[in-house]
């Protein structure tokens, strides 16, 4: 018996951290690198098949604490663990080159549901 893919959508906002940063050392610049990292670990990651992002920054600016978020990525998963390796990514994924990783500058939520489709029990 097949199952739907999980209809994923990741949400991600910036934080303080990132409109702290100084003109020296890690940069904003670092931090957009690590952000194109994150997606490209979205993207090669087994059982994760990404569908679309959107990008807010224009018409939100500032930390994001919730909604509205700063950026979402809408994918389909194969299970609750791989959500939660896509979400282990802004833990690992590195800013610059050092020891910061990327959650210092941005946080993460899964929300899961399904494709709207008909369903067979209504």
Not at 23 to 51: E, N, Q, R, S
Not at 59 to 84: C, I, N, R
Not at 88 to 112: H, Q
């Amino acid at each position: 018996m097949s199952t739907a893919p999980l209809r994923v959508l990741f949400c991600l906002g910036i934080n303080q951290n990132f409109f702290d940063l100084p003109t020296d050392g890690i940069t904003a610049g670092d931090v957009w690198k690590a952000t194109m990292a994150f997606v490209d670990g979205l993207k090669a990651l087994p059982g994760l098949t990404y569908i679309a992002d959107i990008d807010d920054d224009a018409h939100m600016v500032g930390p994001s604490e919730g909604w509205p978020w700063t950026f979402y990525v809408l994918a389909d998963a194969d299970s609750q663990e791989t959500v939660k390796a896509a979400c282990n990514l802004v833990r690992t994924t590195p800013v610059g080159s050092g020891d910061v990783k990327f959650w210092r500058f941005v946080r993460i939520e899964a929300r899961i549901g399904r494709a709207l489709t008909v369903r067979d029990d209504v």
